[in-house]
């Protein structure tokens, strides 16, 4: 079934990386993916990989999908303070999107 | 890139009165739509999934008859809060599928209501 559990609260000093994690439970998703939602507006698709790839880099965001252990993980390198927003990691199923929790990022000047 | 358009960005009402949210696919046509409620620190509840020219399939525990969902040209569907209470006061979010792009899900900017 659809299960998606994040952890939800860090914070990070500017220039720092960080990383948000997110297991999940139905291994037949065909994609996963990172959103970001800043206060008061809908999500923004930070990135997304595909099921059949352990890891993927976009500029200053890297995503490590572990199938075995169903663990999907994002880093965000030199995080700035536009970068504070709670992030949720998705997976798509059914032709659906099943959210985890949200992880809300603080990023301290 | 693509887009979906949410409108009001926030409302608020009265009590009773019944209030209409719109998403629109801006640059596709949006077979699917997706509507969401989010609650305050918490992640986002599915309610329910429109097909353009079908009914929409609502998720358990969903009022049907409350959430009016209307879904009736591939570029606008439509959510509407029948007699409004406080209880309904939510941040509602809208999804449209985009089946040309790979990862296919675009998000409005979301509605902020308040029933007061």
């Known amino acids: 079934g659809e299960d998606v559990e994040q952890s939800l609260f860090l914070s990070v000093r500017e220039g720092d990386s960080s990383v948000i994690n997110c297991t999940y439970t139905d291994s037949s998703s065909t994609y996963l993916y990172w959103y970001k939602q800043e206060p008061g507006a809908g999500l923004q698709l930070l990135t997304y990989i595909f099921s059949n790839m352990d890891m993927k880099q976009d500029q200053r965001l890297t995503v490590l999908l572990n199938k075995k252990d169903k663990h999907l993980s994002l880093r965000i390198a030199d995080t700035q303070t536009g970068d504070s927003a709670i992030y949720f990691c998705?997976?798509?199923?059914?032709?659906?999107?099943?959210f985890g929790k949200g992880n809300q990022v603080v990023v301290i000047p | 890139g693509a887009v979906v358009s949410q409108h009001p960005s926030w409302v608020i009402c009265k009590s009773g009165t019944s209030v209409k949210i719109e998403c629109r696919s801006l640059?596709?046509?949006?077979?699917?739509m997706f509507w969401y409620r989010q609650f305050p620190k918490q992640s986002l509840m599915l309610m329910a999934t429109s097909n353009e020219g079908s009914k929409a399939t609502y998720e358990q525990g969903v009022e049907k008859d409350k959430f009016l969902i209307n879904h009736a040209s591939l570029t606008l569907s439509t959510l509407t809060v029948t007699s409004a209470h406080p209880e309904d006061s939510s941040f509602y979010i809208c999804?449209?599928?985009?089946?040309?792009?790979?990862?296919?899900?675009?998000f409005g900017s979301g509605t902020r209501l308040t029933v007061v």
């Open positions: 640059d596709f046509q949006a077979t699917t």
């Open positions: 999804s449209a599928r985009n089946r040309q792009s790979l990862y296919g899900y675009t």
């Open positions: 998705a997976e798509g199923l059914n032709n659906r999107l099943a």
